[in-house]
């Protein structure tokens, strides 16, 4: 079955867009958002604006949430005027949000005491991948309602994969980050050990890049450190926010990850030097404050 309308909250960089992608597949989009005048401007490009969560939650058969953390799918979903006040038994709930998968499992059960499926389908692929409507898009939650929607979530990604039960969408969105931080303390690493050796920087990354040792963070990523263009793809005070994230899912398993927990470490030296709103590669600003090696142009 193939739902036409689907309710749509949390109208931020990610939401608008995939709101607009929505829009433009054809479905019936009715939108939420906290402050206002993003739905108003969303209801003159073909939505209809709902006052709450909850009366949103009335008339849709599908509804999306796209917050920032945690406490803020909870309050939606679960909150006052949220999500559960108004639903109807069938409906389905699905959180694109990166949340704790530990908090997804209870969200998702306390939905299913409603008899409301919850699919948890984080997004990697940023502000872009959202506007171009080519997310990856990571779910969990039952294979058949996974199926139910999946025209839905085709209208915003290309790479979308079914990937387990309920929270394992947001895990693997925490194994995507644990794979992006670790690969971008590498480059940063190797940057640092190229320049102190003298070694014409462009050169070698040129030399390594088509190699084993490929990756997006080296291609994307290391010209702009050469440049010392720090301008935010990535904030690192988000990414931080996917860090706490791994650890607390770490901690739950039981699983130490070292590496990681040391970048985020490394994070919180240079949030706490006011560079939060960097993007994630001025991580090579810690690794210079600890090698007095200073990267790139400018030396
Ligand atoms: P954003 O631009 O800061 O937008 C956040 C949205 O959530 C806004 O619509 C905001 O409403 C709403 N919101 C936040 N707290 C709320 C609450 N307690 N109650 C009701 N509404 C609330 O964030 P974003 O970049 O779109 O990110 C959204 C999610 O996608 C996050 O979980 C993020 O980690 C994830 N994500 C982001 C990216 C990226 O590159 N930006 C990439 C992948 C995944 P207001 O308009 O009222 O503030």
């Not at 005491?113 to 959202?130: I, N, T, Y």
Request: glycine share 10%.
């Amino acid at each position: 079955m193939m739902e036409k309308r689907v309710g749509f909250i949390g109208l931020g960089i990610m939401g608008m867009p995939m709101a607009r992608n929505l829009i433009k597949a054809g479905f019936e989009v009715v939108v939420y958002n906290r402050t206002a005048s993003k739905a108003e401007q969303m209801v003159s490009e073909g939505a209809k604006k709902a006052d709450s969560p909850k009366e949103l939650a009335k008339e849709s058969p599908v509804v999306i949430t796209i917050v920032s953390d945690t406490p803020d799918v909870e309050s939606v979903i679960l909150g006052e005027n949220g999500i559960i006040e108004g639903i109807k038994a069938g409906s389905v709930v699905i959180d694109m949000s990166t949340i704790s998968p530990q908090a997804t499992q209870k969200i998702a059960a306390r939905l299913r005491e409603k008899r409301v499926p919850m699919l948890d389908a984080p997004v990697s692929g940023g502000e872009q991948g959202a506007v171009n409507g080519t997310l990856s898009i990571m779910v969990g939650g039952d294979a058949k309602i996974f199926k139910r929607c999946q025209a839905i979530l085709e209208a915003m990604g290309k790479n979308i994969i079914h990937v387990g039960s309920n929270g394992m969408g947001q895990t693997v969105k925490l194994v995507n980050q644990i794979l992006v931080a670790g690969t971008l303390n590498a480059v940063v690493e190797a940057l640092v050990f190229a320049q102190k050796s003298g070694v014409d920087l462009e050169k070698a990354i040129d030399a390594v890049k088509g190699g084993a040792a490929a990756s997006w963070q080296l291609t994307n990523l290391a010209p702009r450190i050469i440049r010392r263009d720090f301008q935010p793809g990535f904030m690192i005070d988000l990414m931080q926010k996917d860090l706490n994230l791994v650890m607390g899912a770490a901690e739950a398993v039981k699983t130490p990850l070292p590496v990681t927990s040391f970048i985020h470490q490394m994070y919180y030296s240079l949030q706490s030097a006011g560079e939060g709103k960097s993007g994630t590669q001025a991580l090579v600003k810690a690794m210079e404050h600890l090698t007095g090696v200073k990267v790139g142009q400018g030396k």
